[in-house]
């Protein structure tokens, strides 16, 4: 039983630092990543500015689709791809984060 019990307390050790390992990784990680978050940032602010002034977007559309209605018909796919892109990217950046900020284990008790 006792040998049970040591063996088992080892084990334990072993997945807290493995725990541990990856959690410095994940840190590592969305550490490099703050790039992303800062371009993600100016383009909510962008939105937010854009949202608030709808009528200057209606006119630059319309201005696109006067001036070229198949390279505006490109842009407008590539505008929604994007969107798409980002929407997916803020998904995995808040699961991420929320992972990032889960609490650490207790240390083991000896």
Known sequence: MRARLIA???RRARLLERAAAE???LAAWAGRSDALSDWAQVA???YR???NQP???VAAVALLAVMRPRRTLKLLVSGWSLWR???RARRWWDRLASVAAAPA???PKT
């Open 8 to 10: 088992l307390r080892e």
């Open 23 to 25: 959690r410095e990784q």
């Open 44 to 46: 909510q602010r962008l």
């Open 49 to 51: 500015e854009a949202v």
């Open 55 to 57: 009528l200057w977007i």
């Open 85 to 87: 892109l980002y929407r």
């Open 105 to 107: 284990p207790a240390p």
